[in-house]
């Protein structure tokens, strides 16, 4: 694992917290694929069962940890705090605040999603012009943004860092995927019509002209001329 800009363990990292909000009620999360080695132990079940923990009305997050822990997120007047569960059911320590949420970690349950911020969507568009193939991921329940490469999976945190992990799966459901792998897309060309947004509207336009070495597209929709990134496409509507 290769940590930006400097060598931490997961525990040091510090999260920005935001204020309390009372949970009225907590939605069942349903995330299938990669999950299956991120389950709870029957020992965890019967901890969260003999404890009410799901009754708890602060409960803000549940979060299966990839080496097996399991933490139970509650908010409270000074912001949140972590109870973490070994895999045999014994509460081994609390932390007062968040703990890091790695991509290989599954998010079980959560109070809201969470939304970048803009720190995160600034780096987000670099390293999509890096990496323009990048499978870009945005978990429910999850602040941080996940980028999906075939060697390696990158986190954005909320506080900008950019996490690396090498050789390792992401764990999300398939409609966590904002963007899928976009190989094809390096073959766009001059006439096609392509599948893009204007604001929050989606809209297909026409490819006029292709510059900054194939980075850049200039499209054409409504007698409307734009220029937009190569990333910025969802699709290949129709080819020349």
């Known amino acids: 694992m290769e940590l930006t800009p400097v060598q931490l363990t997961i525990w040091d990292i510090k999260v920005v917290e935001k204020p309390k909000t009372i949970i009225n009620k ?17 020992l965890q079940q019967k901890f969260l069962d003999k404890n009410r923990i799901m009754e708890n009305e602060n409960l803000y997050r549940l979060i ?87 060697d390696k999976v990158i986190s954005i945190n909320s506080i900008g860092w950019v996490l690396e992990f090498n050789n390792v799966q992401a764990a999300y459901g398939d409609d966590e995927v904002i963007k899928e792998e976009r190989q094809a897309l390096q073959d766009i060309k001059i006439g096609d019509i392509i599948e893009t947004t ?23 929709w409504d007698k409307k001329h734009t220029a937009i990134p190569r990333f910025a496409v969802k699709k290949i509507i129709k080819c020349a």
């Not at 297909?204 to 054409?220: D, H, P, R």
């Open 26 to 42: 907590i939605t069942p999360k349903e995330n299938e694929k990669s999950m299956k080695p991120l389950e709870l132990t029957e």
């Open 64 to 150: 299966k940890y990839c080496g097996g822990g399991l933490g139970i997120e509650l908010a409270t007047p000074g912001g949140y705090k972590t109870i973490y569960v070994n895999k045999e059911g014994k509460k081994e320590f609390t932390k007062d605040k968040k703990l890091p949420v790695l991509p290989m970690d599954r998010i079980l349950f959560y109070r809201e999603d969470l939304q970048p911020n803009s720190l995160q969507e600034e780096k987000l568009q670099k390293l999509k012009t890096k990496y323009f193939a990048a499978k870009e991921i945005s978990r429910k329940g999850d602040e941080n943004i996940i980028l999906e490469l075939q």
């Open 198 to 220: 204007c604001g929050k509207e989606v809209i297909a336009a026409k490819v006029y002209s292709v510059y900054n070495f194939g980075s850049t597209l200039n499209i054409i």
